[in-house]
């Protein structure tokens, strides 16, 4: 009995960590939603994006290669150089700042005052272009991300609990990492937004774009800005998964996994994105423990959302979210 | 729309376009979307061997080869229009490469009298002959593989593993339930205790499952993964410690692509293979004279000797084959997809043909006949070496248990046969 | 000049209310019908039957459904995907358990089971409004698609877990099965659209329509002139899942034929469906079939012209595709945010003063 409370403790905690990697994602979601009330689709595509730039820069791959080759009829693959690190992760920000001010100036500039619905639809046009040009940029084969973070079971963790309890717990580096990187890029979001000029103009346009308006904040900069931000997320998440699974395609499946936070922890909050991602790890790891074995197997993608509803049933402007007043 | 309507008739009427007398082999490819990985080897594999028989031979038989690529992105709906857009153009056998497609044309290419070949996955029972007059699905199926990992773990536990815990990591879909029923008999068999672990698509996040591995420490583990779940998997084995040794794929979780991205630590990884793996065969060196180095390579060309890029080079050596046969049996060079069917149907591989192919010992001989579509049921078990960076046979081409498959095959030929008013052949 | 008004001259209530009441519309509508009906099953082959045609039917139920939903009733659903797989499953359980019984009853039937499973997953919209309803709707997608392939019994406990469609016939002529032929599995699925969107027409325009169009415009205000919004919304559920059921049952047995929940009822098809609508426009019925027909025509269309016609290499082909595609949604939208029913309505405009506009 007490092995399986053992168990039980560890399956939360490894939810609790799998949670944080869920907000990382969330993260992007919110931060665009809350600037401009955009629900960002291409944020799952962002992120392999990001990744893919990052990879392709660090291989010293040459962009483009096989439309290149295709059209010329070179042989061109790589350049041959390989670029540390912290370069790389430069230059693919830049990248991504480039790639916030293109959107604003092609698309969302000329979609001001749009309904929401249509904002959203804006974001699956991008998300369609973008997982095509991501593919034709880089090469739609998969690819080793190295940009050295540990992975594999935290050995002190492993000899400490089997020295206390007799059972070893399992907690993965990887996610260790991700914990301390979320909760930087929180508080250093939280501190942006508060002790900052621009940040104090990013949350007088989410809440009120007509007031922020006419005090003399430019919305464009501020999209620009929040896309960027956005953009950034996008690449740590991107990285923290792609080190597990490689740089590939079903990186920007990543974002059906931040819907169910989403939903828990409200568009708005950031938060409520952290909270929720942690309540979902947690609910989905316990209920595949607990209740998968009977049902047999694989609860996890239902759950998350079943564990959503049965909390915004309670709460519909989910856990975080702004009280919604109606008036006729 | 009407605008668009014209033009896409225009367009088709562009696709059906040149009926020439070539002996054309659609080639289903996907080199988008989240299979991409393991796609572009496959489809490069098959072009460039058929651009090697053009090249080198003049075709087959003195007739040019086409090869007709068409994207599917591992889509359904996308499979279907391939397959329409393609099937007038004389196409000789499809190889869908996709579980969800294969079904799809099972029922469609038999009524319009076109062979499927879908080599190491597709529906199992197609290796019936007598029910499945259309479908090959030799050299070997997933049944097949799910005996042979069994009878590998048996090898290694000197015939005994009674009271053995094994586990199985798979894809929660129609492909990674294949060798549940197979297991399971074996399981009645040798007395060794059978775990399921499904794992969701695409399998990114698979904590549950290899925690629950870690607590119970099954002996061994198989794993029926595609995608990003396997490099996913062999990530999350190496996180816990578990032995690689004691970690075996079937042949679509053993590609460079499942082990590469996860480094140093995959090592020791076990995956069924249908074929050697590397280019340690002579014939690389006629690709590299005819095809390579005038360029003709196709895609990027960065995927020779790849063991995905293999096997695409084994299923055009195999529809090759089969096309010489037909081309034998009828007397014609310019054969029809019913003559190609019966190609298939007598094709005959021996050591010395794969040995005249430039092929020696790459895959172990095998024959089809009218009752069996389903080969020899050998596959070989390959190990990973990171720091080489390549796969190496750890086994001989083991054979199933036919015993044990035969039965389940008949059974489930049967009932297909009774759902779809199908009377038994070959008698 | 082309397209008027004036002149149509209604002298009784009857006249007034038909579907079509303008006199151009309706030659448009019945020549439409003349076509789809009497010449396109001459001329169809299988790869306009199979590739572009009966995807366009099918979907085009599906957006109805959705459109009903979500366009009429302001309930954002993201589980179209799943329900048409309840449709799918409950026609096969249906074709396989009362072999004798028409085929055309057992759409039917598949059709108000998933009506039934829809209400149910609908009763959370009574609480939960906007995007966040997404989640009740997620839930039921992923619930079901889960459901589907883990219990046995839902796919006869086949080894692989597909489905099969077995061979049915209507008038003594094969619909579903390997061996149909184009016109017979395109006609089959032409009255279904054509019933699907009289009835969806003459819904939207009635008390029933209207009901859900005050919920979606001010549910309180709909609640205070009297409108149940249990019931609005609730039917507005049911009817759609209602459409969706049949689509997804046509989608099956007519349209594939063999069929994998995971892969062909996924979340995606849900998002596509949901795009579907958004680009052809929210709250129309030919919005509804110009949004079905940009998303599966498009992608044929670009491939052929792209791979066939320009003979580029098929990955390069696939990624500029998705490209253009997502190009094309972004246009459209900054040149007519309101979907493409929005610009055939101000084409109308157009033409109603042409060629002396003012």
Request: hydrophobic residues 50%.
């Amino acid at each position: 009995m007490f092995e399986q409370f053992l168990f039980a403790v560890e399956v939360a905690l490894n939810g609790f960590m799998a949670g944080v990697m869920y907000s990382l994602v969330a993260l992007g979601f919110v931060l665009i939603f809350k600037a401009s009330g955009i629900f960002n689709y291409a944020q799952g595509v962002m992120a392999l994006f990001a990744a893919l730039t990052l990879v392709g820069l660090m291989d010293g791959q040459v962009p483009f290669a096989h439309l290149i080759n295709a059209v010329l009829g070179t042989e061109a693959h790589h350049f041959g150089w390989h670029l540390p690190a912290v370069l790389a992760i430069l230059f693919t920000m830049a990248i991504m700042v480039a790639f916030a001010w293109a959107v604003n100036e092609l698309i969302l500039k000329h979609l001001v005052n749009q309904e929401p619905i249509i904002l959203f639809m804006a974001t699956i046009g991008l998300a369609y272009f973008l997982e095509g040009f991501g593919d034709l940029m880089w090469g739609a084969d998969i690819k080793k991300l190295d940009v050295g973070l540990p992975q594999g079971i935290n050995g002190w963790i492993d000899e400490t609990t089997f020295n206390a309890f007799g059972y070893g717990f399992f907690i993965d580096n990887l996610d260790i990492v991700a914990t301390v990187i979320a909760a930087v890029l929180v508080t250093v979001l939280v501190l942006f937004s508060q002790y900052t000029k621009q940040g104090r103009a990013l949350r007088a346009v989410a809440d009120d774009h007509q007031a922020a308006l006419s005090v003399g904040i430019s919305l464009n900069s501020i999209w620009v800005l929040v896309w960027s931000i956005a953009g950034f997320v996008a690449l740590v998440a991107g990285v923290m998964w792609g080190a597990k699974s490689g740089v590939q395609f079903s990186l920007s499946l990543i974002a059906l996994k931040a819907l169910p936070v989403l939903m828990l922890g409200g568009f708005t909050s950031i938060p409520g994105a952290i909270v929720g991602g942690l309540i979902i790890g947690v609910g989905e790891k316990l209920f595949e423990f607990l209740a998968g074995p009977a049902l047999g197997g694989a609860t996890e993608n239902w759950f998350a959302f079943v564990l959503a509803l049965v909390f915004l049933v309670f709460r519909p402007q989910g856990l975080f979210g702004e009280k919604i007043i109606e008036r006729v | 729309m009407k605008t668009q309507l014209t033009a896409l008739a225009v367009a088709a009427a562009f696709a059906a376009g040149p009926a020439a007398a070539d002996l054309v082999f659609p080639s289903l490819d996907y080199r988008t979307g989240p299979y991409a990985p393991n796609g572009i080897p496959v489809a490069d594999g098959y072009a460039d061997y058929f651009t090697l028989l053009n090249e080198r031979d003049g075709g087959i038989g003195g007739i040019r080869a086409r090869v007709l690529p068409c994207e599917t992105g591992y889509n359904t709906e996308k499979g279907v229009e391939c397959y329409e857009a393609t099937k007038g153009q004389n196409a000789l056998v499809y190889q869908p490469l996709s579980t969800g497609i294969t079904y799809q044309l099972i029922p469609k290419a038999s009524a319009d009298g076109i062979p499927i070949h879908s080599m190491g996955y597709g529906r199992t029972s197609a290796a019936d002959g007598t029910t499945f007059e259309w479908v090959f699905n030799y050299p070997a199926n997933y049944w097949d593989g799910a005996s042979i990992a069994v009878k590998h773990i048996l090898d290694l536990n000197g015939g005994n593993i009674g009271g053995k815990k094994i586990a199985l990591v798979y894809h929660n879909s129609a492909y990674g339930k294949e060798p549940i029923r197979t297991l399971e008999e074996l399981s009645g068999k040798y007395g060794f205790e059978l775990t399921l672990l499904p794992v969701d698509h695409p399998g990114q996040e698979q904590k549950s499952q290899w925690l629950q591995i870690r607590r119970e420490r099954p002996d061994y583990v198989l794993m029926w993964g595609w995608g990003v779940m396997n490099q996913v998997a062999i990530q999350e084995a190496a996180n816990i410690r578990y032995p690689m040794e004691n970690f075996i794929g079937i042949w679509w979780s053993g590609s460079e692509n499942d082990v590469e991205p996860v480094g140093g630590k995959a090592t020791g990884y076990k995956a069924l293979a249908l074929t050697a793996p590397g280019r340690d065969f002579p014939i690389y060196e006629d690709l590299e004279r005819y095809v390579y180095s005038k360029g003709l390579s196709a895609g990027a060309g960065d995927q020779h000797g790849k063991v995905l890029y293999n096997r695409g080079l084994y299923a055009a050596m195999l529809a090759a084959e089969a096309a010489k046969k037909a081309q034998e049996i009828h007397g014609v060079s310019d054969i029809t997809a019913a003559q190609m069917r019966d190609g298939m149907e007598a094709l005959e591989i021996t050591d010395r043909l794969m040995a005249s192919l430039g092929l020696p010992g790459f895959a172990p001989p095998f024959s089809v006949s009218c009752e069996n579509h389903g080969g020899s049921g050998r596959a070989a078990v390959q190990q990973w070496n990171a720091s080489s960076g390549s796969w190496s046979l750890v086994t001989d081409y083991i054979k199933s248990e036919s015993g044990v498959i035969q039965p389940l095959i008949e059974a489930d030929a049967s009932a297909f046969a009774r759902e779809n008013n199908i009377s038994k052949r070959c008698n | 000049m082309i397209y008027r008004e004036a002149g149509d001259f209604k002298t009784n209530y009857r006249e007034d209310g038909r579907t079509f009441p303008i006199r151009f519309d309706r030659w448009a509508y019945f020549a439409t019908l003349a076509v789809a009906f009497l010449v396109v099953p001459f001329v169809i082959n299988d790869y306009w039957a199979n590739a572009v045609l009966l995807p366009f039917l099918i979907y085009a139920i599906a957006t109805l459904g959705l459109n009903i939903l979500t366009g009429y009733c302001g309930q954002v659903s993201l589980g179209t995907g799943g329900f048409m797989a309840v449709g799918a499953y409950a026609c096969y359980k249906l074709m396989t358990g009362f072999p004798d019984v028409n085929i055309v009853f057992h759409v039917i039937l598949a059709g108000g089971i998933t009506a039934a499973v829809g209400v149910l997953f609908g009763l959370p919209s009574l609480r939960i409004k906007g995007f966040y309803l997404a989640v009740a709707t997620l839930a039921a997608q992923f619930f079901l698609v889960w459901l589907f392939n883990r219990v046995g019994w839902f796919y006869n406990y086949s080894a692989s877990g597909q489905i099969n469609a077995p061979t049915r016939t209507v008038f003594g002529v094969e619909v579903t099965g390997p061996t149909t032929s184009a016109w017979a599995t395109y006609l089959f699925c032409l009255v279904f659209v054509v019933i699907c969107a009289w009835l969806a027409r003459n819904m939207t325009r009635g008390s029933l329509g209207r009901k859900w169009m005050a919920i979606r415009d001010m549910d309180i205000a709909a609640e205070i002139i009297g409108v149940n919004p249990l019931g609005a919304k609730l039917t507005a559920f049911a009817v759609s899942s209602f459409f969706v059921g049949i689509s997804g049952a046509l989608f099956f047995a007519v349209y594939l034929g063999a069929v994998e929940v995971g892969e062909v009822f996924g979340i995606q098809k849900s998002f596509l469906v949901l795009f579907m609508i958004i680009i052809g426009g929210l709250g129309s019925i030919l919005g509804s079939f110009a949004g079905a027909a940009f998303l599966v025509l498009l992608p044929v269309f670009l491939k052929n012209v792209l791979t066939g016609t320009l003979g580029w290499p098929t990955d390069l082909a696939a990624h500029i595709e998705f490209m253009i595609v997502g190009a094309l949604i972004c246009a459209f939208l900054i040149f007519e945010p309101h979907g493409l029913a929005q610009l055939w309505r101000l084409t109308k405009e157009k033409l109603r003063t042409w060629p002396f506009p003012y």
